[in-house]
């Protein structure tokens, strides 16, 4: 099993455009998470996904939309990429709630924005 | 509201001391879940422990241990004898059964020094 991936793993952006994340995970889990990590302010939570065709917000979503089409793929969307967002993005993924399970976390995007 | 945190920004140690990472949490939840995860300098996040609300029992995992203390609402990590390899990032976390969502501490960096 590869877990989770994803693509790509770095990128370089211009201030206004736009770009797609996305996010693979072959371990059949219901649950996925885009997060972002600043320095000194950990994990805060952007989007999440309960189940194919389901998405939410999360503690950051401003700037950022999501597309859960398929069970195994969360896309993460930057519509007019900002300096503000210049982060590491991670994505994670877990069974579901029943018998409370760990996440389980890609490689990480570093994506700049100048 | 749900808050982790983590005081301890950084801590340095040399090879074979023994360190203890803080984690305290705010919940109002009686069922919940806490997490250990570690970072290391490959950017992943690796899930080291998780604990329910109601399992007080420290728990040991070789040169690791995890001290549980509702009382004080605080889930300490410590590392035995640390090696270089123990440098890290590690992030304490919590999630309540009612939510979907868990909160993340802004993590301590561990430094190992041989």
């Known amino acids: 099993n590869a877990g989770v991936t994803q693509t790509p793993k770095f990128r370089v952006l211009k201030t206004g455009q736009s770009m797609t994340l996305l996010c693979a995970q072959d371990m059949n889990h219901e649950y996925m998470y885009w997060y972002r990590q600043d320095p000194g302010m950990g994990l805060r939570l952007i989007h999440y996904s309960v189940g194919e065709g389901t998405t939410a917000k999360g503690e950051v979503p401003d700037g950022y939309n999501v597309s859960r089409l398929k069970k195994q793929n969360f896309l993460l969307g930057l519509e007019s990429a900002a300096p503000s967002q210049t982060s590491v993005y991670f994505c994670?993924?877990?069974?579901?709630?029943?018998?409370?399970?760990?996440?389980?976390f890609g490689p990480g995007t570093r994506l700049t924005v100048t | 509201a749900q808050k982790v945190t983590q005081a301890q920004t950084e801590i340095s140690v040399v090879e074979k001391e023994d360190v203890t990472l803080d984690c305290v949490y705010e919940t109002r939840d009686t069922t919940y879940y806490l997490f250990w995860y570690k970072q290391p300098p490959s950017g992943e996040l690796v899930f080291l422990i998780r604990?329910?609300?109601?399992?007080?029992q420290n728990e040991i995992s070789g040169r690791y241990s995890w001290n549980f203390q509702k009382s004080t609402s605080s889930f300490n990590f410590t590392i035995t004898a640390s090696q270089v390899v123990d440098s890290a990032v590690y992030f304490c976390a919590l999630f309540n059964t009612g939510g979907f969502k868990t909160i993340f501490g802004a993590g301590t960096r561990l430094f190992v020094k041989a």
């Open positions: 994670a993924s877990k069974r579901g709630t029943v018998g409370v399970d760990e996440q389980y």
């Open positions: 604990r329910n609300s109601f399992d007080e």
